[in-house]
């Protein structure tokens, strides 16, 4: 069992940074692959990004590319998602999720076990 915790959201204007923080309890993240994934209203959830559990190798949505960074301390049991460049489009609830699955890309929410209860974000213009 995992439970997950996000922080760090709030409002910031385009163009700004953000850091996101998962922090996670029960198991270590060193054993699950971790997500990001977003919803905005009236929207369905999609895939932000993940790193890998082995490597820390990352994968993001071709949204986010170049602009949100994802990294993990497995010591403090903590993934993050540096957020850059933001846009009014990014604004959403983020959501931190964690998988013992081993496969890739992982983009597809119904392939996360366990899930954090999100932290707005709001981007102005």
């Known amino acids: 069992q995992v439970q997950l915790v996000e922080s760090g959201g709030g409002l910031v204007q385009a163009g700004g940074s953000l850091r996101l923080s998962c922090a996670a309890s029960g198991r270590t993240l060193s054993t699950n692959n971790m997500g990001w994934f977003r919803q905005a209203p009236g929207k369905e959830r999609e895939f932000v990004g993940r790193?890998?559990?082995?490597?820390?190798?990352?994968y993001y949505a071709d949204s986010v590319k170049g602009r949100f960074t994802l990294s993990r301390d497995n010591a403090k049991n903590t993934v993050y998602l540096q957020m850059n460049s933001v846009k009014p489009e990014d604004t959403a609830v983020y959501y931190c999720?964690?998988?013992?699955?081993?496969?890739?890309?992982?983009?597809?929410?119904?392939?996360?076990?366990?899930w954090g209860q999100g932290t707005q974000v709001t981007v102005s213009s």
């Open positions: 790193i890998s559990r082995r490597d820390s190798a990352t």
């Open positions: 999720a964690a998988t013992p699955r081993l496969g890739s890309p992982l983009q597809r929410a119904v392939e996360y076990e366990y």
